[in-house]
């Protein structure tokens, strides 16, 4: 899922699982199609390459027919605007896709270099002959006996009542009979579901991952909804400062409130032209360069008095730094509020909206060396903002 995931959309962490699962479904499946039909030729008395050729030439095709049915199945499933089922939907078909390319290569190659050891009837000495799990063995009249032993021609009844069709057998072939009818029948009952596709709304939440009855899911809904979800989920920005005399600053600290200003700024705009409703303020920031909306390095206001040499005075500012910071003084926390729900549409189109209004690059420099693309949000520095090197964003 590797180059799904970079190049085509974003994976969730459930889709290797599931391609994982699949793969090993699917190839077992599979492979055990082949080997059944290749031992009960070679029961026949048919040579190798004879056997394989009919295994291939019936359940190769079964395979075939199969995989690819599955694998459109779950592709369909892409046009649903969610990334967690579109992720697993990719890793799903790909692993069915990846189960027929090899059951229809490898499981052959094996069975020609190594043929005796898939169709022995003993193994280390073992053998079920003689009981009521024996082996099928088929005489060379092409009729079956079981427990090694052969049925002579005499004992076979020559005409065999005819078995009563199942009601799937007779719907399956009605429906080959009538496969235009039976098409457009399928295309009018997926018209209303179509039509419904185009209002789906995909909102994705931590509590559907959690046991609905447990005490702990309880008190984290009690909470959400008493104190919002800033304090269940919160958005933070960490800026790194070039150096710890830099950070104390009263140049840096106002370079990064404006550079704070201006993202909400950015965001507004990113969310009205998504045709959200939505405009973001400079007081919804928090940190130790902005509070309200306001810089902290030109004073804290309340109505026309400046509270913050008190703030200094009583050490509250010192205590609020030693919360939001590192204990080298070099990096600070931004606390950021969203205003609507976080995991609804909306909530959703927020945070893409602040991802992309964040400086981009060409290239960027990681923390340990090295090189990595700009799309990458590990490391984004800002570079210089009011004519002051602010320093580095996560």
Known sequence: MYPVSYYVMDVNVCAPAMLVAVALAMSIDYSLFLLTRFNEERLDGRSITQSLEIALATQGHTIVVSGATL???????????????????????????????????????????????????????????????????????????????????????????????????????????????????????????????????????????????????????????????DLTTPVQLLIMAPSQKAMASREWSLATCHMLQDLATKVTDRMHEEGHDYTMTTADFNGLMIFRGGCLADGLKFGVIDVMPAVHMYGMYDMVADLLSNRNQTATQVYVHCQVDLFSEVGEAWMRAVRASLPRPEVIRQPLGGHQDADSANYVPYGRWDDVEIGALW
């Open 71 to 229: 694998a459109l199945c779950f592709t369909s499933m892409l046009v649903l605007p969610t990334s967690t089922i579109t992720s697993m939907a990719a890793g799903a078909a790909t692993a069915v896709l990846q189960s027929v390319l090899v059951s229809l290569s490898l499981t052959p190659a094996l069975l020609l270099t190594m043929p005796r050891f898939f169709t022995a009837d003993r193994m280390l000495g073992l053998t079920l002959d003689g009981t009521p799990f024996g082996t099928y063995r088929r005489a060379s009249s092409g009729t079956v006996a079981q427990f090694g032993a052969t049925i002579d021609r005499p004992t076979i009844i020559e005409n065999p009542q005819p078995k009563k069709e199942s009601i799937w057998a007779h719907l399956g072939r009605c429906s080959q009979r009538g496969a235009p009818v039976m098409f457009l029948f399928l295309a009018l009952v997926m018209v209303p579901f179509a039509m419904a596709l185009t209002r789906f709304s995909y909102v994705e939440d931590l509590t559907p991952l959690m046991q609905t009855t447990h005490p702990a899911t309880k008190a984290f809904i009690s909470i959400s909804n008493i104190y919002g979800q």
